[in-house]
């Protein structure tokens, strides 16, 4: 079952992000969402967009346990989602430990057809 800190704010409901709680949602753990479009910080971007939550990571006591975490969310998500173990995978991060999960930078969600592809009537 997905939990929400109290801080967490859903402002904008989009494709993206109702694909990413669908994905937490199924699960074999329970994800504690601790932001959301909420924060000082996701006043612009992926999170402030509606395509972006951070989860918690607390429970899990080590890296390759944060790190098989991260990569079982990548893989239910596809190459359309980035998943980062933050702060590890950013340089100069200082945030708490967590995992944030967003629509790839220039992505479209969901995707459209592929070019030049037609539709039937
Ligand atoms: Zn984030």
């Keep these: 079952m997905i939990r929400c800190l109290d801080s967490v704010r859903f402002t904008l409901i989009t494709p993206a992000l109702v694909r ?42 080590d890296l390759p346990a944060r790190r098989a975490r991260q990569t079982l969310i990548a893989s239910r ?11 590890d995978d950013i340089p100069g991060d200082t945030a708490a430990p967590h995992i944030h999960i967003q629509l790839k930078i220039g992505a479209v969600y969901p995707p459209g057809p592929p070019s030049g592809a037609t539709t039937a009537a």
């Design 20 to 61: 990413i709680l669908d994905c937490l949602a199924s699960c074999d753990f329970d994800p504690l969402i601790t932001s959301a479009a909420d924060g000082i910080s996701h006043h612009v971007g992926a999170h402030a967009r509606g395509e972006a939550v951070d989860i918690r990571v607390f429970d899990l006591v």
């Design 77 to 87: 998500l596809g190459p359309l989602f980035t998943v980062l173990l933050e702060p």
